[in-house]
């Protein structure tokens, strides 16, 4: 395998001059699948994502015709629920500002449009914070993927947050480069990390717990890494973002906390989630739900029938009959149940090219182009996640900074596999992770040519404060390749 | 150009489009991701309890319909009682029929509850058998605390009204009720 690398390696272009190659290759691959994606209706949640995005461009209408907004409509189509955040659909609101009935041709060119140019943006600051090799391996991996680029016409969130999310990587690796060499991060990064996770979350919650790491790690980096006064001054940088953050998150939650009648933080859709998931679904209405209707709505027209009987929120009463459908799962259950979600998680990630289809079906030319982007998915996409697994029980200690980042792809690759264990996964989950999926296997690969060619000097000479946090991080990344062995090991036995 | 001029104009043709944004029309939700919530089986007033009895306490109505019994056609309602627990959920159901005309029997068993008409007290068909049990399990404050099952009197729909075909607001779920025949849902 690395032999194979090895002599591709030496073939291949300048990052700089493959970079342009890739972005070339991602537009003209964009322009073929488009047509595949062009005629689809909203699909699923999309519906809520479009009608979100409609029921904004009518506050912008409204706020800037000097009207009041329509209270109810926003309620009604941006909280809904509360199931998802509407990062989503403030992306799509500029498009029906400009065009309120937009047809379905016109979302998926304008959805296309706004990921291309995220996945620009992306690319340049990646290039800049972690060197035009990962902008161009970023550009490989996923943005080559035919999948993935079909994904980049929906407007399901799951790609552009994992976007997003690399991107709050490279910031965060270039702050610790700061942070090594004894600067506090200016107010204008701190405002730049707390605005990148608010947009993660925004535009896929199930992003929080990853959120949460990585400010973290940054905080304690600063607090470890620094002394004094700029000990003091990143303190101050840390509060800003957090208040940036908060400050932003507080008019969904406020919105969707007054609409719901209970404190909502980010969505409301976990105990449902785990419900359904883990527990027994003939108990999730305190008995059957309903016969009629998809998997989720059965279970939330029913404890909004049981908050109007009770004047109870809806939200609240999901919890209780999330607590009671779960409460006889057993660890064996529970385990098979993971292995499922672990299996839809990571190993369907082509199946939206057969979900959206115009209403009428494909064509056969459609029906031949669809084969061939969900063959063409596989094939791409298992070596990459092959190397992704590999890599993660791994570690790397070529250079202090690839140890940095391969402890902060570890990190944030476990705390988004979180999400495997409370839910039903599907083929797009994995898209928020695809980008770290690239950091974690191209880092490996690496790893692996530079252990084997240069024998004699494994590694580069540090000293000072590198010294040590080189030392301190060897554990700490031994522990997380382990900690994911680990569960692996732990989870197979159980399922057993 | 410099950057600053094409930032500014830039920022002028945005500005301009979302003053006149109000004059392109409306955008229009379709609202689907959130279905308006059907009304409540017993308030819709489509298929009523005997005498017009009115329950009083905290509930929802479950699965309603006709069955065969002993050869006799019978209207099965059940239903889960909110926030009370089994004795007082049977109390509340008792003073409702109560309330409506109806005289409790003394000898229920093997139901909790046989009430009869006042003026019919011999009319079989028109006696109500509830039967109350407390879900197993529960937590402590579990707002849902138990199913009561009605035996009644068949009824015929109130009124002709769309809502009284409609089994999300009455309950009367068809036992071959088919999801995919569902246009809306198929949607989803």
Redesign the interface.
Known sequence: MTGLVDRVTARLPRPEVALVWLIAAHVVLKVLIFPLAMHAPAY??E??Y??????L??L???V??F?SPDGA?LR??VV??G?FMPGMAILMAPL??????AADWACRGYLGLANLLLLLWAVRSVRKRLGPGYAALLVAFPALLPSWIFMSFTAYGDPPSGIVLIVLVAHVVDMLRRFRAGEPPALKEALQLGLLATAVLYLRSSTSIVLAVLGGITLLAALVLLKGVQRWRALGAAGLAGVVFLVLLAPWSIAASDTLGTRVVTTTTVPISLANTFGDREQV???RC?????LW?RPL??A???G?????SEV??EK?MS??AL??VTTEHYARQTWWNIGSYFFVPANFVRYLTPPEGRSTLGKVSEGVVFGATYVYYVPWFLLMLVSMLFVQRRSLEAQILDTLTKLSLLTLFVQPFVHVAGSRYWTTAGPLFMVAAAGFVREHQVRRRDREKEREHLSGTDATLGRWLRPIQVALAGFFGLVLVVLGVLAV | MGRRTVALAGTAVVLVVLLLSHRFGRAEPTGDYRPRLPDDALATGCFPLPGGAHLTFADQVRRDGDVEVDGERRRRLVGQYDEIDAPAALDAIVGDFEDAGFIASGRPAPYDAVLRRRGAVHDRAQVVRVSVQQLPGIAADSLVRGTFELDLPVVRAAKDDPVCSDPKATKRWPPDYDVESDAHDRAR
Do not use: K, L
């Open positions: 699923n949640d519906q809520q479009y009608d979100g995005a409609r029921a461009s009518n912008v209408r409204d800037f015709a009207h409509e009604h189509n809904a629920s199931w029906f500002v400009v065009c309120p009935d209405c305190f008995g309903d016969p009629d209707s998809f709505f027209r029913y909004r029938e049981v109007r009987a009770t004047g109870e609240d009463v209780q607590d009671y409460r006889d």
